[in-house]
């Protein structure tokens, strides 16, 4: 059931049994030393990621494909649930996970469509998951004081009836209706064209026209995940935890950023690539024609360590635009990177286990994901 920013925190307030004054709370005016917490995936999920790579897209940097794809984004569905605040996040310098106990949290579970305009942040593309003004998990419900940081957390969790909807349209209903029967909690759909062109270069000599100028893909993933104690970028690089302030109400963003679906490493921002799905749509000769999504189905039948193309032909690297320093010339197309990860049988195993590390604080702000599958 659709629901405002309003109708969402008055049911949390009622659900939590939270004191009067916050049940007559407003997302779009919050009080002082409160704080409201939204979601985002970003303007990437509004412009998609295009080629050839312009800079300052997405936080100043370049965010683009080595090998010549850009792609837009369809649907970008997900379950959040368990935002919460604890004490001292610094509590152990070894082990981010480490933190006191919880002081307040944001109950319910939210399905949000991150696709669609929630309406608050800098570009509206943000959604408004409800307010914490007071440590509703300590006795006698005290404010948050104003000199103190309270580590930050929220978790994905599979799809579920009672989840608060945010976002979702007819279509995106039907989707997370089949999310809650696949037990997923990230759902992605979109479309990817081939842009390279001419400027593409590959040592490995292979016929790279045998792949889809472009396709579709569709992707669930059953991925629980709890991201603790995230760094945040508006305190300092390395600080963690947010901090209210006496004359005014704070923004907590939980980001997630779904470039990492395409990462070509175990590795973090490492570049992307997307040959590996396109290669399970190539053909004996010619354009491929087969237009069917690009399925987890299909890329649990790919070696991300030995990527081959639907007729069990070896894919070299490629590049596209400009000559870069260190390319390589031939070796994997896909790799592990600095983090050699056990149990990944395959691709589809290889884009979760990175996708499990979308979850950030306040856009780049790291959090220690703990895996719950």
Not at 327 to 352: C, H, M, P, T
């Amino acid at each position: 059931m659709m629901r405002n920013g309003k109708m969402v925190l008055l049911w949390l307030s009622l659900g939590m049994g939270a004191c009067s004054d916050e049940k007559t709370l407003d997302l779009h005016n919050p009080p002082p030393k409160s704080f409201r917490v939204l979601v985002s995936g970003e303007e990437m999920l509004a412009h998609g990621i295009r080629f050839p790579p312009s800079t300052g897209t997405y936080g100043g940097h370049a965010i683009y494909f080595e090998d010549g794809w850009e792609i837009s984004f369809e649907s970008a569905l997900v379950t959040l649930a368990h935002v919460q605040l604890s004490e001292n996040p610094d509590m152990s310098s070894g082990d981010p996970s480490k933190t006191g106990p919880v002081v307040a949290e944001l109950e319910g579970v939210f399905a949000v469509e991150l696709k669609s305009s929630g309406g608050f942040g800098s570009h509206g593309h943000e959604h408004a998951l409800g307010i914490l003004a007071k440590q509703n998990k300590k006795k006698g419900l005290p404010a948050f004081d104003a000199q103190t940081r309270y580590a930050f957390g929220y978790s994905l969790v599979r799809a579920t009836p009672e989840a608060v909807q945010l976002g979702l349209g007819e279509t995106s209903q039907a989707d997370y209706v089949r999310m809650q029967e696949k037990g997923y909690s990230v759902f992605v759909r979109g479309s990817a064209r081939f842009k390279g062109g001419e400027q593409c270069r590959n040592a490995v000599t292979y016929d790279f026209k045998r792949l889809p100028e472009e396709f579709r893909f569709e992707l669930g993933f059953d991925m629980p995940v709890t991201y603790k104690n995230c760094q945040n970028p508006q305190l300092g690089a390395s600080v963690r935890g947010v901090q209210v302030k006496d004359n005014a109400f704070v923004d907590v963003v939980a980001t997630l950023h779904f470039d990492h679906l395409f990462w070509e490493a175990l590795k973090e921002d490492a570049p992307l690539r997307l040959d590996a799905w396109a290669a399970r749509k190539t053909t004996e000769a010619g354009a491929a024609p087969d237009m069917t999504p690009v399925t987890n189905a299909d890329l649990a039948k790919v070696n991300y360590l030995a990527v081959e193309d639907a007729q069990k032909n070896e894919i070299p690297v490629r590049y596209c635009g400009t000559l870069q320093e260190g390319e390589k010339k031939a070796g994997e197309v896909l790799s592990y990177g600095d983090n050699r990860v056990g149990g990944l049988q395959n691709l589809n195993d290889f884009i979760q286990y990175n996708l499990s590390t979308f979850g950030h604080l306040n856009e780049d702000g790291l959090c220690h994901p703990q895996r719950e599958y």
